[in-house]
């Protein structure tokens, strides 16, 4: 079955402890991206990567960082979590083609986050 | 910057009624555009989307939107409403001026369905 799976599904932690929340698809997708959903705010984009080895800063990357060691997989890392970065966390990944197009992404189930 | 509005973050209608939800863009240039749904509990599925072909797109579940360019608009609209609609919708668009990697999301539209 093709999916994107995140975990952990929750998570609750203290300010200041390192945690990661992993994220992996098995379409072969070259695109895969990070948002955080918070209520009126809609989702808003943390970092993406167009391939192995290639990431970019989203709307709001401060206090995260990514890496793109492998195709499946991009795992979203908080050094030191804070209570603002408390939140819904999405992964999703799609083809994308070096021209552009940007074909439709596929979500994962979601990672709820608080941070105390 | 590319931006999305939709208007009205609650959308209540009888079950059989008509939906619309609205999402307008800013963008000079036609874009990329798409509607997600997300049910409860659950990530953002694609509804549909455009991105230069017919100008009334249909998607799954009965939903079409139509893309005005003269309306910078892209509302998504449904015959007849029914329960299992209710939902998370949001409208999102790909920023073409900087870079077709980006997809923007509006702060989405809750659907209720009245039986």
């Known amino acids: 079955e093709a999916q994107v799976t995140q975990n952990p599904r929750y998570l609750i932690t203290v300010t200041g402890k390192k945690l990661t929340v992993t994220c992996s698809q098995n379409?072969?997708?070259?695109?895969m991206s990070w948002y955080r959903q918070d209520p009126g705010l809609g989702l808003r984009q943390i970092y993406y990567s167009m391939n192995v080895e290639v990431t970019d800063k989203g709307d709001v990357p401060e206090g995260y960082k990514v890496s793109r060691k492998e195709k499946r997989n991009f795992p979203l890392i908080l050094e030191s979590p804070s209570p603002n970065q408390t939140s819904l966390y999405f992964c999703?990944?799609?083809?994308?083609?070096?021209?552009?197009?940007?074909?439709?992404?596929?979500f994962g189930p979601g990672t709820r986050l608080t941070v105390t | 910057a590319q931006s999305v509005t939709q208007l009205g973050s609650h959308v209540s209608v009888s079950e059989g009624a008509l939906v619309l939800l609205r999402c307008n863009y800013s963008?000079?240039?036609?874009?990329?555009l798409f509607w997600y749904v997300q049910y409860p509990n659950q990530g953002l599925q694609l509804l549909l989307k455009y991105t230069s072909a017919a100008t009334l797109v249909k998607g799954i579940n009965g939903f079409e939107a139509e893309f005005k360019k003269s309306e910078t608009s892209f509302h998504l609209t449904k015959p007849s409403a029914h329960m299992s609609d209710a939902a998370e919708y949001f409208c999102?668009?790909?920023?073409?001026?900087?870079?077709?990697?980006?997809?923007?999301f509006g702060p989405g539209t809750s659907l209720s369905v009245i039986p």
């Open positions: 963008s000079s240039v036609p874009p990329y």
């Open positions: 999703a990944s799609s083809h994308s083609s070096w021209t552009g197009d940007l074909y439709e992404q596929y």
């Open positions: 999102a668009v790909s920023d073409v001026k900087t870079s077709y990697d980006k997809v923007i």
């Open positions: 379409m072969n997708h070259e695109y």
